[in-house]
């Protein structure tokens, strides 16, 4: 059995836990509960994703780099440090102004 390499009582830092993929969007599951996920993402320079909704409020936290995060059509930029909240069935988009790193948490209840 493989090991996870999101250990329960481990220090880590997020921003080693997932490398850049030239051109591309990596993603890892750090935790999948009923109630909720945490994701850590990494995108390439230019990568994106498309305007979409969830039905949950979701977290983003950007540890590395930059990007640009439309809600409702309102593009807010961020920085490694800023967070924002992307609401619940409302439209939006993320945009790689320069490769950059986040964690998105989704709370489902």
């Known amino acids: 059995m493989e090991k996870s390499i999101f250990e ?46 969830a039905p949950f409020d979701a977290l983003v936290q950007v540890i590395d780099g930059s990007a640009k995060i439309t809600i409702a059509e309102t593009p807010y930029d961020l920085q490694a440090g800023d967070t924002i909240i992307m609401p619940a069935g409302i439209p939006h988009a993320v945009y790689a102004t320069e490769k950059f790193k986040m964690v998105l948490t989704m709370i489902k209840s």
């Open 8 to 53: 329960t009582s481990q220090i880590f830092r997020f921003t080693v836990k997932v490398e850049y993929s030239e051109e591309g969007i990596v993603s890892k599951r750090v935790l999948d509960k009923p109630t909720g996920t945490v994701t850590l993402f990494a995108f390439d320079k230019d990568q994106r994703l498309s305007t979409h909704s």
